[in-house]
């Protein structure tokens, strides 16, 4: 097999992973992949059911200012909390596989983008709904997509690696994501909180990929710089973090396993 | 190739960087206004008149700062800003965190007429940190001529200004290029009047007339006068009014604004074009590589051939037993697929292990973190010749898995090393990995996609595995529903369909499962011996081993024990068994 085969290979398998995935994440139910695009406009109804009348002076078009969050919100969670686990789901698959086994993390971070990609469908038809006006920024967004998917890769390989070793990384981590979400202000507006709370939230990098993100959709604008700057750092900063720490144990993690 | 893919990464990460850096340099004066209450105010001579300015934004303002400029000899700045100079007030603030910011500055005319108020200049900072500035603009003021200051007529070089009256304050008209002196006579003639200097210049001048009637109460009258341009137009346009300024500035501003959106527009297409030339470069690039790798391999296929031959035929020092020296005389001429030397495996493992981070941080400050080594595999060495059915066996936990995995490249031994192509292996564990929730197709793609086959192979093969596992009919079924022998026979299918898997790793698969499948299954594994595969079975039963096998290795407690004759080897296995 050479090189460009290999790849090839290697695309397959993490395609057939994240099938099995969406597959089986939706194995039971009638609606199937439709709730991918359901979930999204669901949950923007009933939070903006109740919020939208709190922020009415604040935000200009609540629907919109949360569903941009949420989308990326759920890239993020999405693609950490089912990588966390997916070396122990897949056990048995591990030794058999003869690629590297990062192919099972990227299999569900790619999970997470696809079922993304179907989130946007409602998104794009909530953007005309609420007639956000299209802008010439809107190109960069993509870009934020990627940033953002490319810390959740690093943070999956962090949370991947100390869930073989320790099971209670798993709740752990569920804590800290509430608490993570609510610093990323993805309901409320990030001003209206002052002090240590506020330097918080600013310093989120999740809340820098939503606000970046928003800028350029909503308000026609784009990043400052070091708005770009942050995001490219934590980015790639998180995802060598995560990188050398999964390799360094790889060898733990197959004695473990 | 990794090279070229780094570059496009690189190069695509760089150009949207730039285009990200340099666009957010242009997004100055968005939405930021600088703005009157009212464009045109009337005022009362000697009253105070207030007026209000704002600085507007589509973000909440942080910081704002806004020049007024004024005519001092006209108006009489009273109170609402700083007053810089007579003419210039200025305004500033911080804290806003509105999207709009409002100042009422208040004024006292002193001459009747109009005249204009300007904000010259909105610098702005928004709750994020951006700065802005906004085009100037301006608002008219009209003040009523008061009694007995009020001109009848004013004649400019003799004759009267068209469609003068009195109570009209400002004037526009042309002169001759030849006319440099204004003539004005102004009437009544009794009138007090102070009238400016009456040089004209080429191109627009203004000469004021200033009355004062009896209560010292003033009123102007503005004439501008432009004298039109013989020789070069380019000295004109120096000379523009102030009042005029604004507007130019404003036209200034949103043609450069359009223009750097065409600049960048066209810079983003250009960055797309070299972006997509450079995918397809990258893509020519690889079909080159193929080729010249197939190319290469072919050869060196070629030479491996050679020189593994002549490989083999050197004596070779290695300690054996006896029956393995008499059974190698016939496989002389047989490739070694798998040589495993001096294999030392060794687990850290933690004496009363902490499954939990609050446990690991209790006893790593603690120091009651104490280690014991486990060696798995000891010095352990053989070697399996192509065409070679080999046997392992070893009681449950004496490291057979663990050899498997060394072997398949999964782990990696503490010391020694292994030499064999991984690629070529194919594992073989029961029932494993196979997803219930999933149909016994998709099931198919999954397990073959991760064993290495290609799409288009399975695909091809897809018949020939539903046919051999029997399981016609049961293939769109979930494998939930699927009974144990079937998911076995499945998975050996898979595992078994290549034509030649050069290296098969049986993992406990042949004692289990029903008479018929093993039958089946045994007789595969033949076919494929004769097809050149190499075969592993793991196994802690003797009689599979003897049935299958042409040769054992006896792994006891990480120690190999025996290796040669799978009859003899078994038999030393069943004995110790029984003594203990």
Request: aromatic share 10%.
């Amino acid at each position: 097999m050479d090189k460009a085969e290999e790849r090839k290979q290697y695309w397959f398998v993490i395609k057939e992973l994240t099938g099995r995935e969406i597959k089986r994440k939706y194995s039971r139910s009638y609606l199937g992949i439709v709730w991918s695009v359901l979930n999204p406009l669901l949950s923007m109804a009933i939070i903006s059911l109740i919020f939208s009348q709190i922020f009415r002076r604040s935000i200009e078009n609540f629907p919109i200012y949360y569903l941009t969050g949420n989308i990326l919100w759920q890239l993020f969670t999405g693609a950490t909390n089912s990588a966390m686990t997916t070396l122990v789901d897949n056990k048995t698959l591990l030794i058999k596989v003869k690629f590297p086994m990062q192919v099972f993390i990227f299999a569900r971070v790619y999970t997470a983008l696809v079922n993304l990609g179907y989130s946007l469908v409602a998104y794009v038809v909530m953007l005309f709904v609420f007639k956000v006006t299209p802008s010439w920024t809107m190109i960069f967004s993509p870009v934020i997509i990627f940033l953002s998917l490319i810390f959740s890769l690093g943070i999956s390989y962090i949370l991947a690696t100390a869930y073989v070793f320790f099971g209670d990384v798993k709740h752990l981590y569920s804590i800290i994501l509430t608490l993570w979400m609510y610093l990323s202000a993805i309901f409320y507006p990030a001003d209206q909180l002052k002090g240590f709370i506020h330097t918080a939230i600013i310093n989120n990098p999740l809340f820098n990929y939503i606000d970046s993100m928003r800028k350029v959709i909503m308000l026609g604008q784009l990043p400052t710089v070091s708005d770009i700057v942050r995001m490219v750092v934590w980015a790639v900063g998180v995802y060598l973090i995560g990188h050398h720490i999964f390799n360094k144990h790889k060898n733990g993690i197959m004695q473990k396993i | 190739m990794r090279k070229s893919l780094k570059y496009v990464a690189g190069s695509f990460i760089f150009i949207f960087l730039t285009v990200f850096v340099l666009l957010d340099r242009q997004v100055l004066a968005d939405g930021e206004t600088a703005a009157f209450g009212s464009e045109t105010y009337e005022w009362e001579l000697g009253t105070s008149s207030p007026i209000g300015v704002y600085a507007k934004s589509n973000q909440n303002l942080d910081a704002v700062e806004m020049s007024i400029i004024y005519d001092a000899e006209v108006l009489e700045y009273q109170s609402g800003g700083y007053l810089a100079e007579p003419g210039l007030v200025k305004v500033s603030a911080s804290g806003v965190n509105e999207a709009e910011y409002k100042e009422i500055l208040s004024f006292i005319p002193r001459i009747a007429g109009t005249s204009t108020i300007t904000i010259e200049k909105l610098h702005i900072r928004t709750m994020n940190g951006e700065d802005a500035e906004a085009a100037a603009t301006s608002a008219a003021v009209s003040i009523p001529i008061p009694v007995g200051c009020a001109l009848e007529d004013i004649q400019l070089n003799g004759m009267s200004i068209e469609g003068f009256n009195s109570t009209q304050t400002s004037y526009s008209m042309e002169v001759a290029a030849d006319a440099s002196q204004a003539e004005l006579l102004v009437l009544p003639s009794e009138m007090q009047t102070e009238i400016s200097d009456t040089a004209l210049a080429v191109g627009n001048n203004i000469i004021t007339v200033t009355t004062t009637n009896n209560g010292g109460e003033k009123a102007r009258y503005t004439l501008n006068i432009n004298r039109s341009e013989k020789t070069e137009q380019v000295a004109a346009q120096n000379e523009e009014p102030v009042q005029a300024e604004p507007s130019v500035v404003m036209q200034g501003n949103n043609s450069a604004s359009a223009r750097n959106q065409i600049i960048f527009a066209t810079v983003m297409v250009v960055l797309v074009l070299l972006l997509f030339s450079l995918i397809i470069l990258k893509i020519n690039l690889m079909r080159k590589n193929k080729e010249q790798q197939k190319r290469q391999e072919r050869i060196k296929r070629q030479a491996d051939r050679k020189t593994a031959e002549a490989k083999i035929r050197k004596p070779q020092k290695v300690k054996a037993s006896i029956e393995e020296q008499s059974l190698r005389s016939e496989r002389q001429k047989a490739e070694i697929v798998i040589a495993a030397k001096h294999i030392t495996m060794e687990f850290k493992r933690e004496k009363d292990e902490a499954t939990s981070v609050k446990e690991l941080f209790i006893r790593t400050i603690k120091r009651q973190r104490s280690y014991e080594k486990f060696r798995a595999l000891k010095n352990v060495s053989f070697k399996i010749h192509k065409g070679d059915v080999v046997g392992i066996i070893g009681t449950n936990g004496s490291g057979k898995s663990t050899i498997l995995k060394i072997i398949s490249g999964a782990l990696a031994p503490t010391k020694g090393t292994v030499e064999v192509d991984t690629r070529k292996i194919q594992l073989l564990t029961l029932g494993t990995g196979f997803d219930f929730e999933l149909t016994g197709r998709e099931n198919v793609y999954l397990n073959g996609a991760i064993i290495g086959y290609t799409r288009e192979y399975i695909d091809e093969k897809y018949d020939d595995i539903v046919k051999f596992a029997e399981l016609e009919g049961f293939m769109e079924e979930k494998v939930r529903n699927y009974s144990s022998g079937m998911v076995s026979r499945l998975g050996f299918a898979i595992a078994t369909i290549r034509d030649t898997p050069e290296i098969l790793i049986l993992d406990e698969v042949l004692s289990v499962g029903d008479m018929f499948f093993r039958k089946k299954s045994e007789a595969r594994i033949k076919e494929m011996i004769h097809g050149g595969s190499t075969v592993l079975i793991v196994s802690h039963s003797p009689s599979v081993i003897k049935n299958n096998c042409n040769r054992a290795v006896w792994i006891e407690k990480g120690r190999l024990r025996a290796i040669g004759n799978p009859a003899k080897v078994c038999e030393a296995y069943e004995k110790m068994q029984e003594t203990s």
